[in-house]
């Protein structure tokens, strides 16, 4: 049985988030859903903060550990895309990514770590990708990003192992959210192709399996790690993108 945790999830207005989220409120588990947009109609208790900024990370633990008494999980899942060669790459975009994707992670993770240590037992659960794994073209931001994410994520689970700190990265392939979703439609009418057949042979090109993976499935990753079973993993980046890593 897993014992009841104090949360705070980045990105929780939708998507991968904010079925992480869900899931942790619906099992009982004290939850800050914290996004830029409002995430007023999501899960738990929602706290709007800019993570581009240091402010916006710290007074998101701030808020976690003045509503919960403290804090003893961290899921930084906030993301964004952008897709352009690297010639043409917009600088103030890569800053954007890099701040959210890995600056944010690491600033919940410097502020939250009193209350980590305090907690004897925390974790920190990073929704990174399998483009931390993997590099794609035109993704440069992303993928730096992301590879950066999974080597913050060692450190944490080196530093944090003598306070019974846990840290994994989660490396999903892709998995069906408005943003991905979003892009069908458009690829289908580029290359002449029916949805069903864009979705398999140009998304899911990477992907062993041609399938999306679903937000609850993420979801149930970190259900896992959070119990007894999941103790023994910490400091990894945790493939679980039907096969596109195996490549």
Request: glycine fraction near 10%.
């Amino acid at each position: 049985m897993t014992e009841k945790r104090r949360a705070l999830v980045t990105g929780a207005a939708s998507g991968i988030g904010r079925a992480i989220a869900e899931r942790l409120d619906e099992a009982g588990h004290d939850v800050l859903s914290v996004d830029l947009a409002s995430a007023a109609d999501g899960p738990g208790v929602a706290f709007e903060a800019d993570l581009t900024t240091p402010e916006g990370n710290r007074d998101s633990v701030a808020e976690a550990v003045v509503r919960f008494g403290g804090l003893d999980l961290l899921v930084p899942c906030a993301g964004f895309q952008h897709v352009a060669s690297v010639a043409e790459f917009p600088e103030e975009r890569w800053d954007s990514l890099i701040g959210v994707l890995l600056t944010s992670p690491f600033l919940l993770a410097k502020y939250a770590w009193p209350h980590l240590e305090e907690a004897g037992n925390g974790q920190v659960i990073v929704i990174a990708s399998v483009h931390g794994l993997v590099a794609s073209p035109f993704k440069a931001g992303y993928v730096s990003a992301k590879h950066g994410v999974v080597g913050l994520t060692k450190v944490l689970a080196l530093e944090g192992a003598e306070y019974g700190i846990r840290a994994v990265a989660l490396c999903p392939g892709y998995v069906r959210t408005p943003l991905v979703e979003g892009q069908i439609p458009a690829q289908a009418a580029a290359h002449g192709m029916d949805e069903d057949s864009v979705l398999k042979e140009v998304i899911l090109a990477p992907h062993a399996v041609k399938e999306l993976i679903e937000p609850s499935e993420v979801a149930d990753a970190v259900d896992f790690l959070l119990t007894p079973a999941g103790r023994t993993i910490t400091g990894v980046a945790l493939p679980m993108d039907m096969g596109w890593s195996a490549r």
